[in-house]
C-alpha cells in the first residue's frame, strides 16, 4: 500500500475503536513523519487558485498525537515529557538555515527549507512547512501544520495558529514574500496573499473583516495579494444600545496597495541578512 492508504486505513481503525500501536503502525507513524520532513507532503496545497487541506495528511498528523505515549526525551539538558522526539537539526547548516540557541524549538514532523532563520525563543510544531529564505524572530510560534511560504519575514512575538481539526478545514497559510510585523495573531485558517505587508500587531482571522480599498470590499477570511493590512476600529450596530454612551466600535483591518507605502520594516530585515 502508499503510505497515503496506510494513514487512512490507520485512521479508519482508529475511529472504529481498535487500539493500541504494533509495530507496522509505528512504521507507517515514522515514515509519515520523514515524508513532512522532506517536504515530499504537506498538509495543504493550493490547487486551481485556492488552497486546500490534504485531508489524510492531517489524519496522519492526529494520530501521531492519538496513537503515541508520552515518553521522556532530553534536549539542551533538559528532560521533557512529549509523545514525540525533537526534529534532527544536524543537516540544518549544510542547507544555509540557522536555529539560535537557547530556546529554538522545532517538533520532528516540521519542514524547514533552505536558507531559513529561526531566532529563540522560537516553536515550530508538527506539520507546519516553513519555505526557503523565511526569517521566523524570536517569541514567535509557529502552530501545527500551519503553511509558511519563502521569504516570509515574521516579526518577534507574532502568533501564527495552526487547524488540526476539523480535517477538511486547510490550515493558516502565509504566502510567499509576505512581511509580518511584530505581534501579529494569524488564527484560524487565514490566508495572506503573496507580498503582502503586515503592520504590527494586526489581528488576522475569519471573523474580523478585512476593508480592502483596492477592489473596494468587504473580504472575511484572506487578505489578498500586494496588500499593505493595519488595525483598525469600525462603528458597531450595538453602538445604538443605550449603555454604550459615545457609541461602540469593533476591529477591522484595513488594506491598501503595498506598492503606495514605504516598507521600511522590509529593508530592515533585509539589512539583517547582508
Known amino acids: 500500500m502508499s503510505l497515503q492508504s496506510e494513514i487512512v486505513d490507520l485512521w479508519e481503525r482508529s475511529q472504529s475503536g481498535t487500539d493500541g500501536l504494533d509495530g507496522a503502525a509505528m512504521t507507517t507513524l ?14 495543504a496545497e493550493k490547487r486551481d487558485g485556492e488552497w486546500q487541506a490534504n485531508q489524510w495528511v492531517k489524519q496522519g498528523v492526529l494520530l501521531n498525537f492519538s496513537l503515541r505515549g508520552i515518553s521522556t526525551y532530553e534536549y539542551g539538558g533538559v528532560t521533557y515529557n512529549d ?3 525533537l526534529y534532527d537539526t544536524d543537516d540544518l547548516g549544510r542547507r544555509g538555515t540557522r536555529n539560535t540557541p537557547d530556546g529554538t524549538v522545532v517538533r520532528r514532523g516540521a519542514s524547514l527549507g533552505s536558507d531559513v532563520i529561526l531566532m529563540s525563543p522560537s516553536f515550530v510544531n508538527l506539520g507546519a512547512r516553513i519555505g526557503d529564505g523565511t526569517l ?6 509557529i502552530g501545527s501544520c500551519a503553511q509558511i511560504g519563502n521569504e516570509v519575514k515574521i516579526g518577534a512575538n507574532t502568533l501564527i495558529g495552526g487547524v488540526l481539526e476539523p480535517v477538511e478545514d486547510a490550515p493558516v497559510v502565509i504566502e510567499d514574500g509576505v512581511s509580518l510585523g ?3 495573531r494569524v ?9 503582502s505587508v503586515v503592520g504590527e500587531d494586526t489581528l488576522l482571522t475569519p ?3 478585512v476593508y480592502d480599498l483596492v477592489d473596494e470590499e468587504i473580504i ?6 500586494e496588500r499593505r493590512a493595519f488595525s483598525r476600529f469600525v462603528e458597531s450596530s450595538v453602538g445604538d444600545h443605550e449603555l454604550f454612551d459615545g457609541g461602540a466600535y469593533k476591529p477591522a483591518v484595513v ?3 503595498v506598492e503606495a507605502e514605504t516598507l521600511e520594516a522590509t529593508e530592515r530585515e533585509d539589512a539583517l541578512r547582508e
Open 30 to 43: 515514522a515514515e509519515f513523519l520523514d515524508a513532512l520532513e522532506s517536504g515530499e507532503i504537506r498538509a
Open 83 to 85: 509523545v514525540l522526539p
Open 136 to 141: 521566523v524572530d524570536s517569541c514567535d510560534t
Open 182 to 184: 511584530a505581534g501579529c
Open 187 to 195: 488564527t484560524s485558517g487565514f490566508v495572506v496573499g503573496e507580498n
Open 207 to 209: 471573523r474580523i473583516p
Open 220 to 225: 472575511y477570511g484572506r487578505l489578498p495579494p
Open 255 to 257: 488594506a491598501t496597495d
